[in-house]
């Protein structure tokens, strides 16, 4: 199990991240973001793609508000790393994630609902196509990195990582 430090934050290491990989992995998250803001914005798809009593769109949109809120103060350093990395043309990184131990869960919840949005995008009447099966394997082996090392274990490099 991580243990926070002394200012209560658990360091998450994401080693030998893909650059090329992560962009276009991006580019499609932003696509689907757009497309589900103006979903859940309009009503839209209030049959197709519910998921109980609450729609797909309108809960991805405000999970992901609501991370960006609680934890953007945290991700701004790896951000900016990561930009710095691509507007260079570097092909990989290593990025550090100083995260409340919150944030560890906040990102499996958000593995999972975006896992039910890939479902919601194949069955519903979108543009936007499920996650290409790229930009699955990278969100799955990110995501999954703050839960094992979270749990203790060491960081995995995309590189290593055979999903």
């Known amino acids: 199990m991580a243990v926070a430090d002394n200012d209560g934050l658990v360091t998450i290491v994401i080693r030998g991240m893909p650059v ?3 962009l276009r992995a991006s580019e499609h998250g932003d696509e689907l973001m757009r497309e589900f ?9 209030a049959g197709a ?12 949109t405000a999970v992901v508000e609501e991370m960006r809120g ?3 103060g945290f991700t701004l350093q790896p951000e900016a790393a990561l930009a710095d990395a691509a507007a260079r043309g570097v ?8 995260l409340p131990p919150d944030a560890i869960q906040a990102a499996a919840d958000l593995g999972d609902l975006l896992d039910e ?22 969100r799955r082996w990110f995501l999954g990195e703050f839960a094992r090392q979270a749990a203790g274990e060491p960081p995995l490099a995309w590189s290593d990582w055979n999903g």
């Open 91 to 98: 092909d990989v990184v290593d990025l550090e994630y100083r």
């Open 117 to 138: 949005a890939d479902e919601f995008c194949r069955t519903g009447d979108l543009l936007t196509l499920a996650t290409p099966a790229e930009a699955l394997a990278f």
């Open 49 to 60: 793609g519910t998921r109980g009593d609450v729609e797909v769109p309108a809960r991805l």
């Open 20 to 22: 090329p990989v992560y």
């Open 70 to 72: 609680r934890f953007a």
């Open 37 to 45: 803001a103006l979903v859940a914005a309009s009503g839209a798809g």
